[in-house]
């Protein structure tokens, strides 16, 4: 999606599919350079473009493409839209948005949503959306017991705003009782606690693995929606371990049952959350229902 489909304002207004009028000034706040392809678009559009990259190791990726900047509070006043990337900068744009400042991004809402997997499943029960069971933990030791207790074929995902070092930390159990899990937990708990000491176990359903997501503009979401099919695995054939992400299959629709099973009963929790930008939730669809997993607000 370009600028040109994003923005519309007053005086500054740019219409879908028409030449840029009045060339705006866009402060890009990234966590891991995840939007610079967006940046490089508006800026070949014409308007100005500045980007923070707030991670070391992302920092000169797109080196001569994009016009970096150290501290983006420092223009803030320059821009004319803000746009954060990633989760965990809700608290910043929820006060910029106070400011009468153009936003697109996180809010505090959106960003448990994701970041707190459990409090982003009360949130889909609360809006009558079937969830899976599913509990938190911060200890290993603990995590062990129960599935013990509880025998059953769980996934294993990190929880919070976990470091890179741990964002391919996922383990899918193929036993029905646990045991591959169990014995992945005992002789990796030293390790995985350091990449992922906060966790999630979630019981395993087979089907599809399908997403539902749409751009939110802080009251309606802007239709078309987007279905995707997400590939984590690092190889072809879906083999390998899993990655953060290798890809997608998509297509645009009009709102469909998958849509308004579930993310369409979350629209008065985002427009309460002042939240504008892509918001979509994972899910596991097979003959028996569908089964969302986990929201990405960015």
Same mark, same amino acid.
């Given at each position: &999606? ?22 705006? @000034? ?86 448990? %949503? ?9 949130? &889909? ?15 290993? $030791? ?24 741990? @964002? ?16 992945? %937990? ?59 992400? &290798?890809?997608?299959? &998509? ?6 049952? %998958?849509? @308004? ?18 918001? $979509? ?18």
């Amino acid at each position: &999606m370009s600028g040109n489909d994003v923005i519309n304002q007053k005086e500054n207004t740019v219409d879908a599919g028409s030449d840029v009028k009045t060339p705006l @000034k866009f402060l890009f706040i990234s966590k891991e350079s995840l939007s610079g392809d967006l940046a490089l678009t508006l800026k070949q559009e014409g308007h100005e473009v500045k980007i923070y990259i707030k991670a070391k190791s992302d920092a000169d990726v797109y080196d001569g493409f994009l016009e970096k900047v150290s501290d983006w509070e420092s223009y803030v006043d320059w821009c004319d839209i803000v746009v954060f990337d990633h989760v965990g900068f809700g608290d910043a744009a929820e006060k910029l948005r106070r400011k009468g400042k153009k936003v697109i991004g996180g809010s505090p809402y959106t960003d448990r %949503l994701e970041i707190e997997r459990e409090f982003g499943q009360s949130e &889909m029960r609360k809006y009558d959306i079937t969830v899976l069971p599913s509990r938190n933990f911060s200890n290993y $030791d603990e995590a062990i017991e129960f599935i013990k207790n509880n025998p059953a074929r769980y996934v294993f995902k990190p929880n919070g705003n976990t470091p890179s070092s741990g @964002k391919g930390l996922l383990f899918l159990g193929e036993e029905e009782d646990g045991k591959d899990l169990l014995e992945m %937990l005992g002789q990796n708990r030293e390790v995985w606690q350091k990449k992922a000491p906060l966790f999630h176990l979630q019981r395993f359903v087979s089907g599809v693995e399908v997403a539902v997501g749409a751009f939110f503009n802080g009251k309606e979401f802007i239709l078309p929606i987007n279905v995707n099919f997400e590939h984590k695995r690092i190889f072809s054939g879906d083999i390998g371990p899993f990655t953060g992400d &290798m890809g997608e299959l &998509m297509f645009w629709s009009a709102p469909n049952y %998958l849509f @308004k099973e579930t993310l369409g009963r979350i629209l008065p929790a985002l427009q309460q959350s002042g939240y504008i930008g892509y918001v $979509d939730i994972n899910c596991i669809a097979n003959g028996r229902g569908i089964y969302p997993l986990e929201f990405t607000c960015r």
